[in-house]
């Protein structure tokens, strides 16, 4: 079995920047596709972006608009989401989560659509 932990999380100001983490152990990672979801208070799980297992194929929700890039590391074992341009909207908890299959990017908005997660990083921008 995988195990995911997320890290990089942090407080900012609009407009600011982070570099979010997410560390794979156990199971095999390069024939993983990974997402990332966000969820803020009250809210429901909001898809944010994915990325299949070599890389050569990614997908964003719409409101990212350029702002954000996924990309992963095999050897490492690691898959990112840089944030840019930070918006007081984006304050959530951001978790990363795997498909242990056939990868559809087409579903791959849908939160069943994905398996395990880790236990999130929180994301606070405020001015």
């Known amino acids: 079995q995988v195990q995911l932990v997320e890290s990089g999380g942090g407080v900012v100001q609009p407009g600011e920047s982070l570099r979010l983490s997410c560390a794979a152990s156990?199971?095999?990672?390069?024939?993983?596709?990974i997402a990332w979801f966000r969820q803020a208070p009250g809210k429901e799980h909001e898809f944010v972006a994915a990325?299949?297992?070599?890389?050569?194929?990614?997908k964003y929700a719409d409101f990212v608009k350029d702002r954000f890039t996924i990309s992963r590391d095999n050897v490492q074992r690691m898959v990112h989401l840089q944030l840019n341009s930070l918006k007081l909207e984006d304050t959530a908890v951001y978790y990363c989560?795997?498909?242990?299959?056939?990868?559809?990017?087409?579903?791959?908005?849908?939160?069943?659509?994905?398996?395990?997660w880790g236990q999130g990083t929180q994301v606070t921008v405020s001015s």
């Open positions: 990325i299949n297992w070599n890389g050569s194929s990614t």
């Open positions: 156990g199971g095999t990672l390069p024939t993983l596709a």
């Open positions: 989560g795997i498909r242990e299959g056939v990868y559809n990017s087409a579903r791959a908005k849908s939160y069943g659509y994905w398996g395990r």
